[in-house]
């Protein structure tokens, strides 16, 4: 039965630390990607299709369980209707299985864990879950459209799963450039196309390119400030790591910069970033999404001009298309 429910530049030894860093960051992405998910590719793809449609319902406020699961029914019926009843049973009998793991009933829980609702917050996830999927499988011979029939390679429809996907991404932010010791600030922005592919129903892989212009305000030899303009191309390699509504990037990326009124004088560089967003649910065939970025950017000395170092942080946002 279901219930309701601004930093010095960086030495040698520092970037090598960075590096190591983002490394163990997108190793520990590799770890999510594995988390605890049905074992059965169709069951799994469910689950995640309405982890995430609980999750979006959640951030707008769940609070009267029947009313809230008959406000994302339709969405969920999206998903439910192209699975067997068979592949709904037999993921109704994990969820219940992880719901005992985690200790529910969550009511119980909340009761144990002294009324504390933070404390039953992934538990309270799964019973709502639960009761979407018991709700749509009730209604799926009643109302499931005839165009939409259980298929038995169904790979999500707010998953990348073995799909080819472009990442359509703009982005803005500020930075800091530090040459010889001195720090200039200014901001950047840009744009970037990245056709990528859904490794699993988590981890999405991408490259492609990006396009960005950038100003700073370095310090002249009379102690006065002026605009340094300079545009940038970079070839990005992006493995993003998705799960409900939430979004975490590693980045890695070749980069050239150049003067604005001289953009042949290509300045080689490297990139490392990482950034932490959110997402909404698919709308045809786009999903929105948003993230906070940091990152490292590092220019070798190069035909006379010093090493510079460049951090810079902002937001990028963009749309993931399924062609």
Do not use: K
């Not at 859904?198 to 950038?214: C, K, P, V």
Request: charged letters at 25%; aromatic letters at 6%.
């Amino acid at each position: 039965m279901i219930s309701p429910s601004l930093t010095p530049p960086l030495s040698p030894e520092g970037r090598g630390r960075l590096a190591g860093r983002c490394a163990l960051v997108a190793g520990l992405l590799l770890v999510c990607g594995c988390g605890a998910t049905p074992r059965d590719r169709v069951e799994r793809a469910l689950y995640l299709d309405l982890e995430r449609v609980v999750a979006a319902r959640e951030q707008s406020e769940w609070t009267i369980d029947r009313l809230d699961v008959e406000s994302v029914a339709a969405t969920a019926m999206r998903s439910t209707c192209q699975t067997s009843a068979a592949h709904r049973e037999r993921l109704e009998r994990w969820l219940d299985a992880r719901i005992l793991a985690e200790g529910g009933p969550a009511r119980e829980a909340w009761l144990r864990a002294g009324r504390d609702e933070d404390a039953i917050e992934d538990l309270l996830r799964l019973e709502r879950i639960r009761a979407v999927l018991r709700y749509a499988h009730d209604h799926a011979d009643a109302d499931c459209p005839f165009w939409l029939e259980p298929d038995e390679d169904f790979r999500g429809l707010h998953q990348n799963t073995e799909r080819l996907v472009v990442l359509l991404e703009s982005a803005g932010g500020a930075q800091m450039v530090v040459r010889s010791g001195e720090a200039a600030f200014g901001g950047t922005g840009g744009g970037r196309v990245m056709p990528g592919w859904g490794l699993s129903s988590t981890l999405t892989l991408a490259t492609g390119l990006e396009i960005a212009g950038a100003g700073a305000f370095p310090r002249n030899d009379d102690g006065t400030r002026s605009l340094e303009a300079s545009i940038s191309a970079a070839i990005p390699v992006l493995l993003r790591y998705s799960r409900s509504t939430q979004m975490l990037d590693v980045e890695v990326a070749f980069t050239t910069r150049s003067p604005l009124d001289d953009i042949l004088d290509l300045r080689p560089g490297f990139r490392l970033l990482a950034g932490f967003g959110f997402s909404t649910l698919h709308i045809g065939a786009f999903t929105p999404g948003a993230v906070l970025f940091v990152g490292y950017e590092m220019l070798p000395a190069f035909q006379g001009e010093p090493t510079a170092h460049v951090i810079r942080a902002g937001t990028r946002f963009g749309l993931t298309w399924d062609p």
